[in-house]
């Protein structure tokens, strides 16, 4: 099955994984940690300016963010290998930890979705919702069922998902998204589309293209 096939190592993938990963996870880490400071740890301030529209449904929001704090802290540690080969135990345990969170985030993203206007935001939010838990699923029945290759990739679908309302707030803040994406209602949609569809895709080419440059040719 192609799922099982492991990906060879060449030479140059060897390099690339010892130093642009570690440098892909920095600056993802750098982007995360904006986002938490400058969009979500205010919430726990509970003042009503800053909830503005969201004061009457704060309790399900702060719900919905401390499950989406908890997975986006626990989900670089799933994919440390160092950290994995050296403390299996702890690896176990954040997977639990990531479980919980992406468990309590979704239930959250759809208590907040039914209310989200416009609607084709909500809509699009309850899409994304949809595919958090079921890749998150996915890659707990992998593991569950000893398919470890296929758990590592179903985690990074995961965990993309995940970083989908980071990237979120990132495109929005760049200002070529008022330009092209349109009034602030079309663009919130657009944007809630495009901020896990487009990584996603993205992982899945450059997966399928490392599985066809290491497959041997039939003989
Ligand atoms: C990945 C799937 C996610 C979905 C589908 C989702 C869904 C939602 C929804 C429906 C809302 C209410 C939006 C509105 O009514 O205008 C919301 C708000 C929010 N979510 Fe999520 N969310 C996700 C992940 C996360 C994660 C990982 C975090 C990290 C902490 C997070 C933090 C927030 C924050 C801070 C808000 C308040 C709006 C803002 O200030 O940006 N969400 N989310």
């Known amino acids: 099955m192609a ?19 570690p440098l892909f996870l920095l600056l993802i880490a750098g982007i995360a940690v904006r986002f938490l400071a400058h969009y979500a740890l205010p919430y726990f301030r509970f003042n009503p300016n800053y909830f503005q529209e969201y004061w009457p449904h704060r309790a399900r929001l702060v719900f919905h963010i401390c499950g989406g704090i908890l997975a986006l802290c626990c989900g670089p540690f799933q994919f440390w290998t160092g950290l994995r080969q050296k403390a299996m135990g702890l690896h176990r345990w954040t997977g639990r930890l990531y479980l919980v969170g992406v468990g309590v985030g979704t239930t959250g993203a759809f208590l907040m979705a039914v209310f989200t206007q416009p609607r084709n935001l909500g809509v699009a939010l309850m899409v994304m919702a949809t595919v958090w838990i079921l890749c998150t699923a996915t890659a707990y029945g992998a593991i569950i069922r000893g398919l470890v290759p296929m758990h590592k990739e179903w985690m990074m679908r995961s965990y993309i998902v995940t970083f989908g309302f980071v990237t979120f707030r990132f495109i929005d803040e760049l200002p070529i998204a008022a330009r092209l994406l349109g009034s602030y209602a079309d663009r919130s949609a657009n944007i809630a589309w495009l901020c896990w569809f487009v990584p996603l895709f993205a992982f899945e080419m450059i997966l399928q293209a490392r599985r066809i440059w290491s497959a041997d040719r039939p003989a």
Request: proline share 5%.
């Open 3 to 21: 799922d099982q096939v492991a990906l060879r190592s060449r030479p140059g993938w060897a390099l690339s994984n010892k130093f642009l990963v």
